[in-house]
């Protein structure tokens, strides 16, 4: 367990690839799809766009092309409509593409009694319902500007890439009183440098070509996940009896312990008679 004398400390997850197997946006396109939001053709899209990221990761350039195509899609799209999409279908998506092996990170962290948040340029109306499917403490994702009518305007009001999440980094240590030389990144790409080598602990995760020189310049950690699995079916390496289990217990021992207590007293009785 942390010393809790000592300064606060934190783990920084980036989410695509690093703790989910594929890109959180687009992983709805479909969903997205039957709601009535895009167009057969955007899902033909966005599935090339999912399968050129799997295949390679996405450099600087695809990243930007990618943010301008996204927002320019999202434009005119009804918040509200989004988060219930995102609601109705976040278990059927998601939760079977989590790595096993970021979920037991997550949990160690937790018991260590570190903080966990996730850092993603993905949607906060997607990231934010993740984070809390995953357990963390706080997310920072990009956000959109949405009109007086409820809806996407098209424009990004925070961008959260690159340099600006380790700028969200270093403002989270300031006002959450993180020390930053004990804490901990996870991220799959090289346009994460900034927020990995922000932290005194950076972890590449399944990392890009660029990232995997660059962590192996650098001497940092690399670590492979490859287990997508469903929450429900993990077995988690620290886990804590639900209340009404608890609850069960305490009755159960008290039980045993009034038994106990009668069967002394008329013992008590036996051997005075």
């Not at 946006?25 to 895009?38: A, D, N």
């Not at 990243?63 to 301008?68: D, G, K, L, Q, S």
């Not at 899609?73 to 219930?84: P, Y």
């Not at 948040?117 to 959109?144: F, K, N, Y």
């Amino acid at each position: 367990m942390e010393n809790h004398s000592l300064p606060r400390t934190a783990a920084f997850f980036d989410l695509d690839k690093t703790v989910i197997a594929k890109s959180s946006t687009l992983t709805f396109s479909k969903s997205f799809y039957q709601g009535g939001l895009i167009n057969r053709r955007a899902v033909l899209r966005t599935a090339y766009a999912q399968f050129v990221f799997l295949a390679g990761g996405a450099d600087h350039d695809q990243m930007e092309r990618m943010r301008a195509y996204l927002s320019a899609l999202c434009r005119g799209w009804n918040v509200e409509q989004v988060k219930e999409i995102v609601a109705e279908t976040l278990h059927d998506l998601i939760d079977p593409i989590i790595y096993d092996e970021a979920a037991s990170l997550i949990e160690e962290h937790h018991t260590a009694g570190r903080d966990v948040v996730i850092v993603s340029t993905s949607g906060a109306e997607v990231v934010e319902p993740i984070g809390e499917l995953l357990g963390a403490d706080r997310v920072v994702a990009t956000r959109m500007v949405v009109g007086d009518d409820g809806c996407f305007t098209g424009e990004v009001e925070y961008y959260a890439y690159g340099p600006t999440k380790a700028e969200a980094v270093r403002e989270l240590a300031e006002s959450e009183g993180y020390d930053l030389s004990r804490c901990y990144a996870y991220s799959d790409s090289a346009t994460d440098v900034p927020m990995l080598e922000s932290v005194g602990n950076p972890h590449a995760v399944n990392p890009d070509r660029a990232l995997r020189r660059e962590a192996l310049a650098r001497g940092w950690p690399i670590l492979d996940f490859h287990r997508p699995v469903r929450l429900k079916q993990r077995i988690p390496a620290f886990s804590v009896p639900p209340r009404p289990a608890l609850v069960a217990v305490a009755a159960i021992g008290a039980a045993a312990a009034t038994a106990g207590l009668v069967w002394y007293a008329n013992r008590r009785r036996t051997t005075a008679a």
